[in-house]
C-alpha cells in the first residue's frame, strides 16, 4: 500500500483538541491533515455547554467526593450514574478516581490543573486575536449557585484555589445580591459565586465549524476516515486510514474518548473513559438569561447557546457504544425548572448525549507516547475539553517544534498512572 499524502503533521480526531492544535502548527508553518472519522455525529466539541470555564480548577476527586457520590451511583436519574452492566469495566477506572482524591494527589492536580488552566485563558486570546473570533464569544462570567449553606461553606476549596492562583470571584449571601446579576431565579438560592472572567461561546457548533473552515483556508487537509493503526518509523510516521496510508512526520492522537486504543497500540495503558453528559436546548423560552449559570448541588449548568438555552451536565458510565438514556435529559430539565421558574415557557427543544473523554485525576494527557516521540498525546480534557484546547494546542506544538512548554508537563505524562 503506498503512502496517501505527506505532511508535516497528522493529526488524529477533529474535535476542538484537535483542530486547535491544528491552527497552532499551521501558524507554525507546519503542513497538516485531519484525519476524522465521523465528525458530524459523534464529537463531544459540537454540542457541549459552550463554556471557556477558567475558574473551574478544581478535580472531581476532591477529598470528600466519595462520602456523597456513592449514593448517587445507581439512581438512573441522579447527578452521577453507573450503569449496573458497566461496573466491572469502570472499576479499574473508580479506583484510580479514589486515589486522586487522596490529599496529596488531588493538591498536585489543582495545581497543575490551575496552571493549564492559566495558559489556556492566555491562548484563548491569542487564538482569538489570530481567529477574528470575538464576535462569537460571550463575555458575561460564571454564577455559582448554592442553596444550601453548609455546601455553601464546602466550596471554600474551590474560593480558596481560586484566591491563590489569582481568579477573581465575588462571594454572594444573599438572593438579593444574586437578584443584581440573575433576576428570576427561585430565591432559595442565597448563596454564590460570581467569576466574571468566565467566556462562553454562543455556540460550540459553530465554533468548530469556524476554526474548520479556517483551517482549511489556511490550506488543512480534512480527511473524513477512520484511523485504524498507526506505524512511527525513525524519519516518519504512516497512518492507516481504511484503504489508504498517510504519511506524515508526526502524528497528534486527539481523538478524545476514543484515544484509548490507539494509546495502547504504542505502549501506553491510559485509564481513559468516557463520562456521558446530557443536554436540552430550548428555543424562547422568554428568561433572559445574563450569565453562566452552575448549580453546583444538582451537577448542571445553564447557557445561552444563540438565542436559545442549554440546560447540560449528567455524568453517566456506560461505555461508548450503549444508547443513550434521555430520561436523563428530562431530569435536568425538571430540575432547572424548579429553579428557574418559566423555563419551560419554550416552544421546542432537542436533547443529546455526548462522551467526556476522562481520566480519574481530571486532567489530560499531552505528552510523547512510549513508543516514539514522533506520536504524540492530546486527549482526556473530561469537563475541559473546550476550556483548554487552545492551552493544550500550544504545549502540543512546542513538544513537536522543539520549544520548552510554558508549564511544567509532569502532571500530564502518559507515565503518571
Ligand atoms: C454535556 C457536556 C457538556 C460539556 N460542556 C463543556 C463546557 O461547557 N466547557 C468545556 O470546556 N467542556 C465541556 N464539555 C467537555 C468537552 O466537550 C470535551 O472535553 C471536548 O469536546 C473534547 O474534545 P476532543 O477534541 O478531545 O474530543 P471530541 O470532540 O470527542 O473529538 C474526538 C474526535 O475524534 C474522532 N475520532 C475518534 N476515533 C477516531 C479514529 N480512530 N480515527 C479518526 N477519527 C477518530 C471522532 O470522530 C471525534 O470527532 C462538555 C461535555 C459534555 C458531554
Known sequence: MKPHLDYDIAIIGGGIIGLSIAISLQQSGKTVIIIDQDYEQI???RKNAGAFAFADIVPLATPHILKS????????????????????SIFPWMVR??????????????????????????????????????????????LRLYQQKRNFDKSSILWDACSRHNIQHILFNSAEQINEIQPGLNPKYRYAGFT????????????????????????????????????PNENDVLIKVQESMVNATFCVIAAGAWSKKLASSMG????????RGYNITLQNTGFDLKTHLTFAEHGFVVSMINQAIRVGGAVEFAGLTRPPNFNRADTLLKKAENFIPGLLNGNGYNKWMGFRPSIPDSLPVIDYSSLSKRVLYAFGHGHLGLTQA???????????????????MSAFSAKRF
Open 43 to 45: 464529537n463531544a466539541s
Open 69 to 88: 457520590a456513592p449514593k448517587w451511583f445507581f439512581d438512573p436519574e441522579g447527578p452521577l450514574y453507573i450503569h449496573p452492566a458497566y461496573l466491572l
Open 97 to 142: 478516581f479514589w486515589r486522586a482524591s487522596w490529599n496529596d494527589v488531588f493538591a498536585r492536580s489543582l495545581e497543575a490543573q490551575a496552571y493549564l488552566m492559566a495558559l489556556s485563558r492566555e491562548a484563548l486570546e491569542r487564538q482569538v486575536k489570530d481567529l477574528n473570533a470575538e464576535f462569537l464569544l460571550y463575555r458575561k462570567g460564571q
Open 196 to 231: 466574571p472572567d468566565w467566556i462562553n461561546v454562543s455556540d460550540p457548533k459553530i465554533w468548530v465549524q469556524y476554526i474548520k473552515g479556517i483551517f482549511i483556508d489556511r490550506g488543512g487537509k480534512w480527511l473524513e476516515k477512520s484511523a485504524e493503526m498507526i506505524a
Open 268 to 275: 501506553d495503558k491510559i485509564p481513559l473513559d468516557t463520562e
Open 390 to 408: 487552545a492551552g493544550t494546542a500550544e504545549l502540543v506544538r512546542d513538544l513537536i517544534i522543539g520549544q520548552k512548554p510554558a508549564i511544567n
